[in-house]
């Protein structure tokens, strides 16, 4: 069988070990197997689309912005040469890992997991520990006052709702400002008290709040709110 190495026309004989694993590769790309999350095994070896043995970590939380929400898939790169970058992590398995390798569990998984703990994408909250603190109006407007583009924040019901700004022009010069309120899915609050709503009237019918996240251990994470127009 014939192939191309860079520029260069060459024979690649079909019986060669590069032949069977470049055919076994692409073939699993195409018919890649069934994985799911909770058949994942600690400390097992993986094989990803682009070819990299990979062990998995775990399931944890990912510490990046809003996504601390989500759980994600943890992986170790153990063919990476590089001291840099050696953390994988996906939201979802489909197209990114392709099939087990070894199932045993490697015997430095111990050591991966301390290297995934030191990694800028992992988080240590511990979502029994949430607790959900009120916004006072003061740090609400001035949270809020200059949002454009759907903040959030959670009701009582601990519902996650976003507000928008929007600024209406009018030819005598003369501007006014509306704030609306969409739920998750980004649907428009429709009740009659938020048309043409004022941070007030939204803090009087919601009592927003935001999330406090902490480590298993009660130690604090983060206070998720906004506080003069900046997430502190």
């Not at 153990?78 to 392709?98: A, C, E, P, V």
């Not at 200059?146 to 929007?166: A, L, N, P, Q, V």
Request: net charge positive; glycine share 4%; with cysteine.
């Amino acid at each position: 069988m014939y192939g191309w190495d860079g520029s260069d026309l060459i024979l690649i004989p079909i019986s060669s070990p590069d032949f069977v694993e470049i055919k076994k590769l692409n073939d699993l790309r195409h018919n890649p197997t069934s994985l799911l999350g909770k058949n994942l095994i600690i400390g097992a070896t993986y094989k990803s689309n682009d070819n990299t043995n990979l062990v998995y970590l775990g399931r944890f939380y990912e510490a990046n912005g809003d996504n601390k929400e989500t759980k994600t898939y943890f992986f170790y790169d153990i063919d990476s040469k590089s001291t840099y970058r050696k953390i994988r992590h996906y939201k979802s398995l489909t197209g990114n890992i392709l099939d087990i390798v070894d199932e045993k569990c490697t015997d430095n998984y111990s050591i991966l997991k301390d290297e995934l703990t030191k990694s800028n994408y992992y988080s240590e909250r511990d979502p029994k520990r949430d607790v959900y603190d009120s916004y006072t109006l003061d740090e609400f407007i001035s949270g809020f006052e200059s949002t454009y583009y759907g903040e959030s924040f959670y009701t009582d019901e601990h519902e996650k709702c976003y507000i928008s700004k929007h600024r209406n022009h009018s030819w005598s010069r003369n501007s006014s400002v509306r704030y609306d309120v969409y739920d998750s899915h980004r649907n428009r609050k429709n009740e009659k008290i938020l048309e043409n709503a004022t941070l007030e009237a939204i803090f009087q019918k919601y009592k927003p709040k935001y999330l406090v996240t902490y480590k298993t251990n009660g130690e604090l994470i983060k206070k998720w709110r906004k506080i003069n127009a900046k997430q502190q």
